[in-house]
C-alpha cells in the first residue's frame, strides 16, 4: 500500500494539533454558570466594568434587566463598554460613573452621587484591580496594589453598607486571586515602603479581600446582606499589562502562544463571579471563597481573627472611616 504524499501527512498531523490545543483550550474555560435569574428592578453596582471581567459580569446583568453602575476611573473607555453594553442588551438603564478606587476622594464622591440617584443597592461587585505594578502609591500615599485592590474597595463597600443593608437581600462580591494564598499580611511593613516587591504586594492585596470578605460577613450576620470572595481564574486582560516580560517582544512570541490555551476569556472568567452575585443557592451564603462555582480552600491566615480584625482597623485609620464617613 502506498504511503501518503509528505505534505498530507504534515497537514493531518497540524491539523490534528491544533484541533488537540483547541480542546485544551475549551476546557480550560472553566464552568459555566447556567442560571437564568431576571434582575428587572435590581441595582447594581460593578467597580473596573469598562474592560475585562468587569465589562462581561455588566454586560450579563444588563442582559438580565439590572440597572447597572459602571464604576470606573477611565470615563471614555466606559461610555464605549456602556454604548456596546446597551446596543447588545437594549437596556437603557446603563450608566457609567466616575469613581477612581486610587483616590479616597472619587469614592466618597462617587458614592455621594449614587445615594442621591438610588435609595437601593442589591448587588456590589468589588471587581477593579491592578497587578504587578512597579512602585507607586495612591492619592493617600498607600501602595497602589494594596490602596486599589482592598482599601479603596473597603471603603467603597462601607460606605454603601447602610444602603445594601436597606436592599436586603442583598450580595458583595469581591473579586479576589488564586495568588492570595500565597499572600502574607506585613503587619510590620504594609505599606511596603522597606522593601516591595510587586509579586508580593500583590498577593498580600489578594489575600487583604478575602480577609476583608471574612470579617464583613461577620459584621453583617443577621443583615440579610452577605458577601464573599472568588477567584475568576487566569484570564486575559488588561490586568496583566505590568507584566513587562509577558509583554515585551519575546513573550509576544513565545509565551502567549504556550499560555494561550490555559488562558480563559474574559467572559468566562466573570462566570464565577455570576455564580456568587446570582445564584439562589448562595442566599444565606457569606465569607467564603469560590473557584469555578464552587466552594474553595483559602489561606490558612484568612482564618486568624487577630489578623483579620487587625487589618479592618488598620484599613478604617487609613481611609478614615469614622472620621468623614
Excluded at 23 to 49: F, M, R, S
Excluded at 81 to 94: G, L, Q
Excluded at 130 to 152: A, C, D, F, W
Aim: with cysteine; hydrophobic share 40%; net charge positive.
Amino acid at each position: 500500500m502506498a504511503s501518503l504524499p509528505k505534505p498530507i501527512i504534515w497537514a493531518s498531523t497540524a491539523a490534528s494539533f491544533t484541533g488537540v490545543i483547541y480542546l485544551i483550550k475549551d476546557w480550560c474555560q472553566g464552568t459555566k454558570y447556567e442560571g437564568n435569574e431576571k434582575l428587572e428592578g435590581k441595582i447594581v453596582i460593578v467597580t473596573g466594568a469598562n474592560t475585562g471581567i468587569g465589562k462581561e459580569v455588566a454586560h450579563d446583568l444588563a442582559r438580565r434587566d439590572a440597572r447597572v453602575v459602571m464604576a470606573c476611573r477611565d470615563m471614555f473607555k466606559c461610555e464605549n463598554a456602556r454604548t456596546e453594553i446597551v446596543f447588545d442588551t437594549k437596556n437603557k438603564y446603563v450608566y457609567c460613573r466616575k469613581c477612581d478606587l486610587s483616590s479616597q476622594q472619587s469614592i466618597r464622591e462617587f458614592v455621594e452621587l449614587f445615594k442621591k440617584e438610588f435609595s437601593k443597592l442589591h448587588i456590589l461587585i468589588n471587581n477593579a484591580g491592578v497587578m504587578r505594578t512597579p512602585k507607586s502609591y495612591t492619592k493617600e500615599g498607600i501602595e497602589l496594589q494594596l490602596g486599589v485592590n482592598h482599601m479603596g474597595h473597603f471603603l467603597l463597600t462601607n460606605l454603601l453598607l447602610d444602603t445594601l443593608i436597606a436592599s436586603a437581600p442583598s450580595r458583595i462580591v469581591n473579586v479576589s486571586s488564586l495568588a492570595h494564598k500565597r499572600g502574607v499580611i506585613n503587619t510590620f511593613d504594609l505599606n511596603s515602603e522597606e522593601k516591595y516587591d510587586e509579586g508580593k504586594a500583590y498577593a498580600q492585596s489578594k489575600l487583604a479581600n478575602v480577609m476583608f470578605t471574612i470579617e464583613l460577613a461577620k459584621k453583617l450576620k443577621g443583615t440579610g446582606v452577605t458577601a464573599n470572595a472568588v477567584h475568576p481564574g487566569v484570564v486575559s486582560t488588561e490586568i496583566a499589562r505590568h507584566l513587562k516580560h509577558f509583554n515585551g517582544i519575546l513573550g509576544t512570541i513565545f509565551m502567549k502562544p504556550i499560555i494561550w490555551p490555559f488562558v480563559k476569556t474574559p467572559k468566562n472568567g466573570a462566570q464565577t463571579v455570576l455564580y456568587a452575585a446570582l445564584s439562589p443557592e448562595l442566599k444565606d451564603v457569606s465569607g467564603y471563597y469560590f473557584s469555578e462555582c464552587k466552594y474553595d480552600d483559602m489561606n490558612p491566615l484568612a482564618h486568624k481573627p487577630q489578623l483579620t480584625e487587625w487589618l479592618w482597623r488598620t484599613s478604617e485609620k487609613w481611609t478614615h472611616l469614622n472620621e468623614n464617613s
